[in-house]
C-alpha cells in the first residue's frame, strides 16, 4: 500500500517548485514531481503558481512548443536572493502575494478584509472561513484559528521561537541530508545535479547516479562544502564512476544444488547464521558463525566438505601411454641386440639404450624402433 504525501511547510513546496520549473518540467506536469517526492498539495498547484509569480519568484512566459495560446513557466533571478532571506521577511512577503495574487479586485478586497478581521479579531463569514485554506497552507491559520505565528505576522502579538541551531549536512545511509532553510543556497546549486527522494534528501546510489550528466569534481566539490569534510571513498568513487571490488572476510559456502539452499532459507534458526546470500547456490558465513552452523548443518545430514581435502594421487605419465605393453625382459642367454630392436619394432614399444658418440662419454636415451638398417660392419 503506498504510503499519504506528507505536509511540508510553505518554503519546502515552493523549493521543490521552483527546481521543477528549473529542470524544465512542464506546468502540465509539474504535480508528478511532487507526487514522486511525496508531497501533499493543499492548497492545488495553481494556487502556488499564482502566490509564486506575484511574489516575483515565477514569471510567465510564451509557450513556443504548444499549437493553442498557451504560457510556460520560469524562474526569475530574484528567487534565489528570496530563498536566502530571513523566515521573517519570506512569511510577510508570502502574505501579501496571497492577498495580491488574485486576478478578480473584488477578490483581492474580500482577502484584505479578512486580513483585517484576522488582526482585530473580528467574526468570520463562511465565505471568510473558505478562504481561510490559503493561510492554513502558510501555517498562519489551523482550524479557523491564528496559530502562534500567525499572532505574530498578522496581530503582531508575541514573538517567535528561538530559533534552532543550524543543523549541518550529513551523510545517512548513502544519502545527502541537509535542511532547506539552513542550506539552501548549496541546495539551490545541488539540484542541478541530482534529483531529491524529498525536500533536502538526495539519494548517492549507482542506480541514482546513472541519471547524473555533469562535472562530477563540481558535485564532490559541493557536496563536501556541505559535510566540511571529504566524501568517503566509495561515495566518491560512485560519482566519477570508478570501477570497485568490495572484499568481504568470512567462508564461502556452496551448495550442491540450489533447491537445498532455498529450503534452508525458510528457516529462521539457519538464516541468523548467514551474512549475505551470493548466489542460488552460495552463501557468505563469518569466521565466528561458522562452527555453529556446521554443527547445525551436520545434525540435518548435511555432509560439510572442506576444499583442503587431499586430492587423489596422480600417475605419472610415461611415454606412450596408451600403446605401451609389457616390455620384454631377456631369460637365459643373452640374446643378439639386432633380435631384441627387432623385437621391439615389431610390438612399437621404446627401449633404454646407450649411445656413444666419439669423443664424448656415454648418453642413455629411449628410442622406439621403426627400421633397422645396417651400415659398415663393427
Not at 513556443?64 to 530574484?78: D, P
Request: proline fraction near 7%.
Amino acid at each position: 500500500m503506498p504510503s499519504q504525501p506528507e505536509t511540508y511547510p510553505a518554503i519546502y513546496i515552493i523549493f521543490t517548485l521552483l527546481n521543477a520549473i528549473r529542470r524544465g518540467i512542464k506546468r502540465k506536469n509539474i504535480w508528478r514531481e511532487f507526487r514522486r517526492q511525496k508531497i501533499a498539495l493543499e492548497p492545488r498547484l495553481s494556487f502556488w503558481v499564482a502566490i509564486c509569480t506575484e511574489a516575483g519568484l515565477v514569471k510567465k512566459v510564451p509557450d513556443s512548443t504548444s499549437q493553442v495560446s498557451s504560457y510556460g513557466l520560469r524562474v526569475t533571478s530574484f528567487a534565489r536572493r528570496w530563498l536566502n532571506k530571513t523566515p521573517e521577511e519570506q512569511t510577510f512577503h508570502l502574505i501579501d502575494a496571497w492577498q495580491n495574487a488574485p486576478r478578480n479586485h473584488k477578490v483581492r478586497q474580500s482577502r484584505k478584509k479578512l486580513l483585517w478581521k484576522l488582526k482585530y479579531g473580528k467574526s468570520l463569514t463562511q465565505k471568510d472561513k473558505v478562504a481561510l485554506n490559503g493561510l492554513e497552507s502558510l501555517g498562519l491559520v489551523i482550524d479557523g484559528y491564528l496559530t502562534r505565528w500567525g499572532k505574530y505576522y498578522i496581530q503582531g502579538v508575541g514573538s517567535l521561537p528561538s530559533p534552532k541551531a543550524v543543523e549541518p549536512c550529513k551523510l545517512q545511509e548513502e544519502q545527502f541530508v541537509a535542511s532547506i532553510p539552513n542550506h539552501a543556497d548549496l541546495l539551490w546549486e545541488l539540484e542541478r545535479f541530482l534529483r531529491p527522494k524529498c525536500p533536502g534528501v538526495y539519494p548517492l546510489t549507482k542506480c541514482t547516479l546513472q541519471f547524473y550528466d555533469g562535472d562530477p569534481d563540481e558535485l564532490i566539490e559541493l557536496l563536501e562544502r556541505g559535510l566540511g569534510r571529504p566524501l568517503p571513498g566509495h561515495t566518491k568513487a560512485l560519482i566519477l564512476k570508478q570501477p570497485s571490488i568490495r572484499i568481504a572476510e568470512g567462508l564461502v559456502l556452496e551448495f550442491s544444488s540450489p533447491a537445498e539452499l532455498q529450503q534452508l532459507r525458510r528457516q529462521p534458526v539457519f538464516r541468523k547464521y548467514l551474512d549475505e546470500f551470493l548466489s542460488p547456490q552460495r552463501v557468505l558465513v563469518s569466521q565466528e558463525k561458522a562452527k555453529g552452523l556446521f554443527r547445525m548443518l551436520t545434525r540435518r545430514g548435511v555432509y560439510v566438505r572442506w576444499n583442503e581435502e587431499e586430492p587423489q594421487a596422480r600417475k605419472k605419465r610415461t611415454h606412450f601411454l596408451s600403446q605401451l605393453k609389457p616390455i620384454l625382459n631377456p631369460v637365459g642367454n643373452s640374446i643378439p641386440k639386432l633380435a631384441i630392436i627387432e623385437k621391439y619394432k615389431q610390438q612399437g614399444q621404446a627401449l633404454d639404450v646407450l649411445y656413444f658418440a666419439p669423443g664424448y662419454p656415454a648418453e642413455k636415451r629411449r628410442i622406439t624402433p621403426l627400421l633397422i638398417e645396417e651400415r659398415g660392419v663393427r
